[in-house]
């Protein structure tokens, strides 16, 4: 599996990727941002850090650029990131409604399994 961390880079951007401590980078890093919504809420969205150039997540960041490292990710951004970077549907304990707007749904996989 793996170790996928939020940070903050020396530039302000919060970053999502795939830690790699023995090479000191993060590969296919995606931008974390948040959009006011009507409602006044708040919706987060992950887009490739390249965008919009780079429409995949892609790439490498080192870790030199990190001021910051956020103590735990959220599982279900976690599972919207690993989405996003393998186009696979997963499905994450507690459910996604907190993180509207960040591309995939929920498979129900339960009704492939026979009883």
């Not at 530039?11 to 023995?22: A, S, T, Y």
Request: hydrophobic share 35%; charged share 20%; proline share 5%.
């Amino acid at each position: 599996m793996y170790d996928i961390r939020l940070v903050k880079l020396v530039n302000g951007d919060m970053v999502l990727g795939k830690w790699n401590q023995e090479k000191g980078i993060i590969t296919d890093p995606a931008i974390l941002q948040t959009i006011p919504t009507q409602q006044g809420g708040m919706q987060m969205l992950l887009l490739p850090f390249g965008y919009p150039f780079d429409q995949e997540m892609t790439g490498e960041i080192e870790l030199k650029h990190v001021i910051y490292q956020y103590k735990t990710v959220p599982e279900e951004l976690k599972t919207k990131y690993l989405e996003a970077t393998t186009n696979l549907t997963l499905s994450a304990p507690g459910g996604l409604g907190n993180l509207g707007g960040m591309g995939g749904g929920v498979a129900d996989f339960s009704k492939f399994l026979k009883k």
